[in-house]
């Protein structure tokens, strides 16, 4: 029997990718606000000012956890941002050091 709207992955496991921060799914989310910071239109500050704050949100979040813990995580909890999941894991996690990149060139203007 097929069931929509499953709350279980399996009849066991909770779903996997709802609820936590994916670094793979933010990056390309800075990514796209970026593209469209650049576009001329009604939006592209809004764009900006959402780039940069997720930029550095995301950029914060993963140090500070470094620090505490000594690992880049899977993901991150979407309540408390502590590290989550697979450690250490230099996955899609690593994709920080490019926001971090980023973010430098950024501020220091």
């Known amino acids: 029997r097929r069931v929509h709207g499953m709350k279980y992955n399996t009849e066991s496991d909770p ?49 500070s956890e470094f620090i505490r813990t000594g690992y880049l995580w899977e993901s991150y909890s979407d309540s408390t941002g502590k590290g989550q999941g697979t450690h250490p894991f230099t996955g899609w996690s690593a994709l920080t050091v490019l926001l971090m990149d980023e973010h430098s060139k950024t501020t220091k203007s």
């Open 15 to 63: 779903p996997y990718w709802r609820g936590a921060i994916w670094i793979n799914i933010n990056y390309l989310v800075v990514e796209g606000l970026k593209y469209y910071s650049l576009k001329p239109g009604p939006y592209n500050e809004l764009s900006d000012r959402l780039r940069q704050s997720l930029q550095s949100n995301i950029v914060s979040n993963v140090y």
